[in-house]
């Protein structure tokens, strides 16, 4: 069975350092993994996805497949980063499988 | 184009009795899944459908089902009401159903059963 785990739930830090969230999975298929984020009062958003190799407003994530690690890294965090952020796991068809979510706080 | 609209926003009902839920995807969007999230257990799949059919079911009882119809609008509907079942209902639609494409979310229905 898949599994995705978010060993943090609450991360502190300060502007202008670099934050990562950690994410580990389990599955025994190909993983797809995506990056979803909520901001205060909105709605879940797709942040970024490992097909696509991208940098999203500053961040970025390496699937690394030997350690099972879709870390979402960012070397200078911003107050506007502060958000819930969730690691998901795609497998047959639209089903995501959602880690429990890590609340990011970015201090001024 | 529209985003991903849910009805009611907010519901109360009692132990006991059903509630159906309502779920518009984004226009062209033929998948639509359900998510239920709460702060103990997070964000769990319910279902999903594509194209009328359920392709994908989560690990819930019976009680919860649903439904999708030619337009591609999903109802999801919960009957004999467990105050457990107290929680955000999510939906999210995706243009086809495949784990590659962007799902993306509506507000969230949310269920208090008292």
């Known amino acids: 069975a898949q599994r995705v785990t978010q060993p943090e739930k609450l991360l502190s830090v300060f502007k202008g350092a670099p934050v990562e969230l950690k994410c580990n999975y389990s599955?025994?298929?190909?993983?797809?993994l995506f990056w979803y984020v909520q901001y205060s009062r909105q709605r879940l958003q797709l942040l970024l996805r490992?097909?696509s190799r991208e940098s999203i407003k500053g961040f970025t994530a390496d699937l690394n497949k030997g350690e099972t690690s879709f870390h979402l890294k960012k070397p200078f965090a911003q107050e506007e980063d502060s958000a819930m952020y969730y690691c998901?796991?795609?497998?047959?068809?639209?089903?995501?499988?959602f880690g429990e979510g890590t609340q990011l706080t970015v201090n001024p | 184009k529209a985003g991903v609209t849910q009805t009611p926003r907010y519901l109360i009902k009692t132990r006991g009795q059903q509630v159906t839920l309502s779920c518009s995807p984004i226009?062209?969007?033929?998948?639509v899944s359900w998510y239920q999230q709460t702060p103990g257990q997070g964000l769990q799949f319910l279902f999903e459908?594509?194209?009328?059919?359920?392709?994908n079911k989560g690990n819930f009882p019976g009680r919860f089902s649903g439904r999708q119809f030619s337009n591609s609008r999903s109802e999801m509907n919960v009957s004999t009401l467990e105050l457990g079942d107290s929680a955000l209902y999510l939906c999210?639609?995706?243009?086809?159903?495949?784990?590659?494409?962007?799902?993306?979310f509506g507000a969230g229905t949310r269920l208090s059963v008292l």
């Open positions: 999210a639609s995706s243009l086809s159903g495949d784990s590659n494409y962007i799902q993306y």
């Open positions: 599955y025994s298929g190909s993983p797809e």
């Open positions: 490992h097909i």
């Open positions: 998901a796991l795609g497998t047959s068809g639209s089903r995501l499988t």
């Open positions: 226009s062209g969007h033929r998948s």
């Open positions: 459908y594509f194209s009328e059919t359920q392709r």
